[in-house]
């Protein structure tokens, strides 16, 4: 009885979170346009001739910049957070509890409000229309949350384990890269996986920073699709190219699972 | 001697420091203080229209459908999220973990553009959801999204991001002691009971951190509100981002100190009870 309750819900869950791609994946099949519903679509009614049309010169300029934008976030965020993390958590000075709740504030101010001073930055800079200014507004709204989190897993390593290192005659970064990092591991990867997909999901500041498609994510690109057609005429090209934008993530994210589960053989 | 290792040890711990707090100071600092300025540099003037804007409908509006929004969202998501954990823990390892995992992560990896049109497909009057009611309860075809949009965007909100939640509590649970669970499955401790005894205050301090988290984060999400309401007529979703965002669009830069102003407050209201919170965690952590 236990194990049929638990079932119930897990195929509840599964169905609640699967629910949203099934319906992208049969509008982006259908060979009709789906203003009656896609439950009026029939299984002979179906093709894949959409997804030949996705891959416009468009939509890979999106699908680069999204890439280019989220992979050199993560990269930045991944290396400031861990060097904050061990300079807090390794080294005793006046006030680093302040630090935290610093990190914390700094997520709380609503990205909607720092609009006009990043684009006066920006433009001083001469980074509007860029991909640089994208990653750099990116990495200021994801960095205090993910070093929070980084600051977490490594208070959570013993720190009987550098003692042991520093008996042994390592040096501080030895102790850093031989140590604490591969003990870190997972909340490394944990973390990557949170920037990556807080950057590969932004729409507000490729939205706000960028008019030109030649610097837009796929986000923001496709919005400004959708605004165009506010009818739908050409959703099953709309929801192919979504369905495919998302497919990728989500390998990305089995292959980041996969990596962790041989790692360390914890699912 | 001691003097020399003080040097070296505040370089090491400078070189460490420093990056990070000038990427703060760059590129979160000082555009933060620019908004600050910009709230007061005109105060009078900022003064003025917020009073002015307190009669307005929409304004009051907004910051009661944030607060419905966020209070609604987050206990959905926490709901939701720590059910997801739950399940992931306690179900045995098999070939299909791995998938499930993927399945249930899906959600947050979504971007909102694409969840917004994925639910709004769905949502419509000729709509699945619609259909399955109609088939199943004999309801009216009905549109919700256009009709119920704070509904309908609380929905798209819990469903995108309900596994941060599981994610996070996940992570924590996988760090219970399994000897703990053991030894309460040899003293004969039921489900609910190692859940209450254990489970629960292992995860309290990860879990209040989620909720302080999310909290924040919901009451100053602005895309999948804006999105869900940007080819919608219906005026019932307006949420304080979003609203902010309408006065900057309409009026130009002499609102925007008056915006920024009118969030200014409720900025502090929050950051109390965050600083609140997390100085519970501490002492949470300390015993």
Redesign the interface.
């Known amino acids: 009885m236990?194990r049929i309750f638990?079932l119930i819900?897990?195929i509840s869950?599964?169905f609640?979170?699967?629910?949203?791609?099934g319906?992208?994946f049969i509008?982006s099949c259908s060979s009709i346009p789906?203003?009656?519903?896609?439950?009026?679509i029939s299984i002979s009614e179906l093709t894949i001739i959409n997804f030949q049309h996705v891959f416009t010169n468009e939509f890979n300029i999106l699908l680069c910049n999204t890439l280019r934008v989220s992979l050199t976030t993560t990269f930045i965020i991944i290396i400031?957070?861990i060097?904050?993390s061990?300079?807090?958590t390794r080294?005793n000075?006046k006030y680093k509890?302040y630090i935290?709740?610093?990190?914390?504030?700094?997520?709380?101010?609503?990205?909607?409000?720092?609009?006009?001073?990043?684009s006066?930055?920006l433009l001083a800079f001469n980074l509007l229309n860029s991909l640089t200014g994208l990653v750099?507004?990116n990495?200021?709204f994801c960095?205090?949350?993910c070093?929070w989190f980084m600051i977490?897993y490594f208070e959570?390593i013993s720190t009987d384990l550098d003692k042991s290192g520093a008996l042994d005659g390592a040096s501080?970064?030895k102790i850093l890269w031989n140590i604490l990092i591969p003990q870190a591991k997972?909340g490394i990867i944990?973390i990557s996986v949170l920037s990556f997909?807080l950057s590969?999901?932004?729409?507000?500041f490729s939205f706000f920073f960028s008019d030109n498609i030649e610097f837009k994510t796929?986000?923001?690109g496709?919005?400004q699709f959708?605004?165009s057609d506010?009818t739908?005429t050409n959703?099953p090209s709309?929801?192919a190219s979504?369905f495919i934008?998302?497919t990728i993530?989500?390998l990305l994210?089995?292959l980041l699972?996969?990596s962790i589960?041989k790692k360390f053989n914890?699912? | 001697m001691k003097f020399l290792q003080y040097l070296k040890n505040l370089s090491k711990f400078l070189i460490c420091f420093i990056p990070p707090i000038v990427l703060i100071i760059i590129l979160i600092f000082i555009p933060t203080l620019f908004t600050l300025v910009m709230c007061f540099e005109n105060y009078g003037n900022s003064i003025r229209i917020i009073l002015g804007k307190l009669e307005d409908r929409n304004f009051v509006n907004s910051i009661y459908n944030s607060f419905l929004y966020t209070l609604c969202t987050v206990t959905l998501q926490i709901i939701l999220g720590y059910l997801t954990a739950l399940l992931m823990f306690f179900i045995p390892k098999n070939r299909f973990s791995i998938f499930i995992w993927i399945i249930f992560f899906l959600p947050y990896a979504v971007p909102s553009t694409v969840a917004v049109i994925s639910w709004s497909m769905s949502l419509r009057e000729e709509g699945f959801i619609s259909y399955v009611l109609k088939y199943f309860f004999n309801i009216d075809n009905y549109s919700w999204f256009k009709e119920y949009l704070l509904l309908s965007t609380i929905i798209v909100s819990v469903w995108q991001f309900y596994p941060f939640v599981y994610i996070g509590l996940l992570t924590s649970l996988r760090k219970i002691p399994h000897n703990l669970l053991r030894s309460s499955e040899i003293d004969g401790a039921r489900f609910y009971q190692k859940i209450k005894y254990i489970i629960f205050p292992q995860t309290k301090k990860t879990l209040i951190s989620i909720i302080v988290l999310r909290i924040l984060l919901m009451f100053t999400k602005f895309d999948t509100p804006y999105l869900m309401g940007i080819n919608n007529k219906s005026n019932e979703l307006t949420l304080l981002p979003t609203y902010i965002y309408s006065l900057i669009n309409i009026s130009g830069i002499n609102t925007i100190s008056a915006s920024a102003a009118m969030y200014f407050p409720l900025i502090l209201v929050m950051l109390f009870t965050s600083i609140f919170i997390l100085l519970r965690i501490k002492k949470l952590v300390n015993n």
């Open positions: 236990k638990i819900i897990l869950l599964l609640f979170s699967l629910f949203p791609y319906v992208l509008a789906v203003d009656k519903g896609l439950h009026s400031f957070s060097l904050l061990y300079s807090i080294f000075f509890v935290e709740y610093i990190l914390i504030s700094c997520y709380l101010i609503p990205p909607i409000l720092l609009i006009i001073p990043y006066r930055l750099l507004t990495t200021a960095f205090p949350v070093a977490r959570s501080t970064f997972t944990a997909i590969w999901n932004d729409i507000s796929f986000a923001d496709l919005e959708r605004i506010p739908y959703m709309f929801a979504s934008v998302v993530a989500i994210f089995g699972e996969y589960d914890k699912i």
